[in-house]
Structure formats: C-alpha cells, structure tokens
C-alpha cells in the first residue's frame, strides 16, 4: 500500500514563493511516476507537473516557466517549487503518484495554497 504524504501549502503572497513536498512511503515500483495535481472548487483537477524516476517532466502552460518539479528518488519525495505565484495558482494541490501503467494511481489528502494579493 502506498501513501502520500504532501507539507508545504499555506498562503503565500503574489511574487512569493512557496514549496510543496509530497513523501512516499511503499512499494517503490508504485511510484515511478509522480507529480502535482490542483483542483479549485466547481472545477475538475488539472495537473500541474509530472516528473518520472528517469527523470523526465512535463508541466501545464500555466506552470511553465514558474514551477518547477523535481524528486529525491533515495527519499521517495517529489517537491513542487512554485516561484511568482499569482492569485489563479490558489487551490488544492494534491500529490499524485503511481506506476508507468496507471499513474493516476495513488492521490495524497492534498494542500490548500493561498495567494494572496
């Protein structure tokens, strides 16, 4: 069984800067694929970055350029660094994770970041 453990949200102000961690704990093989998902109220999730253990990224135009996604593979850990954040960016940030199969696999309990103006 996999778990997710995410730390990092908060408010932060426009211009700020804030990091998210999300730690996991299981079977390693389940989780090659890790990444950040956000979700605002009346709107369905939308990803944000998705790093793999080979190391490749992908991010959302809106996060290019302003997130950054990276992971410690020897702790099992995936930060998102979110550099200049603007009010939109406020939402529930939920970490995600899972094999190359079914990387939608695992969620964590997810993080509200605020940005305040």
């Known amino acids: 069984q996999v778990q997710l453990v995410e730390s990092g949200g908060g408010v932060v102000q426009v211009g700020g800067s804030l990091r998210l961690s999300c730690a996991a704990s299981g079977s390693i093989s389940e989780f090659s694929v890790m990444g950040w998902y956000r979700q605002t109220p009346g709107k369905q999730r939308e990803l944000v970055a998705s790093?793999?253990?080979?190391?490749?990224?992908a991010y959302a135009d809106f996060a290019k350029g302003r997130f950054t996604i990276s992971r410690d593979n020897d702790k099992h850990t995936v930060y998102l660094q979110m550099n200049c954040p603007k009010p939109e960016d406020t939402a529930v940030y939920y970490c995600?994770?899972?094999?190359?199969?079914?990387?939608?696999?695992?969620w964590g309990q997810g993080t509200q970041v605020t940005v305040s103006s």
């Open positions: 790093s793999t253990s080979a190391g490749d990224t």
């Open positions: 995600n994770a899972g094999p190359p199969y079914f990387p939608g696999k695992y």
